[in-house]
């Protein structure tokens, strides 16, 4: 496996001039979290790299390793929204006017002592991520089943964090994944289903609530977001193709592969932050920098 | 009623009367406001009775100014 980075994120993410640091401390649940994407990301990883059988068992493979990439791409869009919500409870002054004196208040005081408002590789108490969160046991079926009773509970607390905040950023965020979660709980679903003979869409969804009970997820399901599977790939992984086919159960449209990857939105930039010495490099400082870069170029 | 004339008493109150008055004459300055929760950094736009206008990066953001702890020029 190699990875190809393209300096885009799944979606376009809301950008408003206000932010909310504990919802920010919230979000980071859907991150670092033992469900977070940090954990989708790592246990479809290891699962990928520890697959026995790769050519016999393909199509399982390949959909083990191309959700392990969509992963990734969640992991930046749920950074980049805790990026967004941090803004706002700061103020630029000099250290002893205690620029940062809002901060004491704020449920995670990483943020600002540690990340300079940003996010933390951690969950929502500010426990760090842990690698006993990844499960790869390397019996096929019991992999496909974590996975499956994974993307459940990743789904379960996303609902419950889109209930704390109604800030735009984590909103659209939140409806954008449940969507997509919705997909990999359906993927993991027909996969076992392929390889056992059960039918486990049958006891889908847990909880009982459809992503339509959410504004934010509603504009993407109608978009058919919640029907296409993609490869991300230029030509590999095209085999998902054998398990994702047939009809999406909750809508009844037609489930469709796409090779390589959605469009994207932009990375949002982020302001310096002068109270948190970040980046720290001054005008002059900058000057001096930009005449080192052009020089013997 | 007991044969009294009714009269109307109207009481007249303005939040903060010097705090507006302050702020009135840093209008169109860059400002840091503390609130009851949190603070805003920008330029103050207007400065009403009982609320003032702080705009960051074009947006307005409109605060009561009950809700204002301080304000202090950045």
């Known amino acids: 496996m190699m990875f190809k980075r393209v300096n885009k994120i799944a979606i376009e993410l809301p950008n408003p001039e206000y932010g909310d640091a504990n919802a920010a401390a919230a979000v980071q649940e859907l991150l670092g979290g033992k469900f977070g994407e940090m954990s989708t990301l790592n246990n479809y990883m290891y699962q990928s790299f520890n697959f026995r059988q790769k050519g016999k068992l393909k199509p399982f493979y390949d959909l083990v390793a191309s959700i392990t990439a969509e992963e990734f791409g969640h992991v930046e869009l749920v950074s980049t929204t805790i990026n967004l919500l941090s803004k706002g409870t700061t103020f630029t002054a000099e250290p002893d006017l205690t620029p940062l004196q809002n901060a004491k208040d704020m449920r995670n005081t990483y943020s600002f002592i540690a990340t300079a408002q940003t996010s933390l590789a951690g969950d929502s108490m500010g426990n760090p991520w842990r690698g006993d969160n990844v499960f790869s046991s390397g019996n096929l079926v019991l992999d496909l089943l ?22 735009p950023t984590a909103r659209e965020m939140i409806g954008y994944l449940l969507v997509r979660g919705g997909v990999h709980v359906l993927a993991y679903a027909k996969a076992l289903e392929i390889a ?11 909880p009982s609530l459809d992503n339509r009970a959410f504004d ?32 999406n159960p909750s809508n009844g449209q037609p489930l469709v592969v796409q090779e390589g990857m959605p469009e994207g939105g932009t990375v949002p930039d982020l302001d310096d932050l002068p109270e948190e010495f970040a980046p720290g490099i001054g005008k002059d400082d900058y000057d001096r920098i930009v005449k080192r870069l052009m020089e013997n170029m | 009623m007991n044969g009294q004339s009714q009269q109307t008493v109207q009481l007249t109150s303005m939040y903060d009367p010097y705090v507006y008055q302050t702020l009135s004459g840093v209008v169109g300055n860059n400002i840091v406001v503390q609130t009851i929760r949190g603070s805003l950094q920008g330029t103050l736009t207007s400065v009403l009775p009982d609320h003032i206008v702080i705009e960051i990066n074009k947006t307005p953001f409109f605060i009561r100014t009950q809700q204002i702890i301080w304000v202090s020029p950045s």
């Open chain 1, 146 to 167: 974590h996975n499956f009773f994974l993307e459940i509970g990743a789904r379960t607390h996303k609902m419950r964090v889109y209930e704390m905040t109604d800030h």
């Open chain 1, 196 to 206: 056992t003979g059960v039918d486990l869409t049958k006891m889908l969804p847990i």
């Open chain 1, 216 to 247: 934010h997820a509603r504009k993407y399901e109608e978009q058919g977001v919640g029907n296409v599977l993609f490869t991300w790939s230029d030509g590999d992984y095209k085999d998902i193709r054998a398990i994702w086919k047939g009809t």
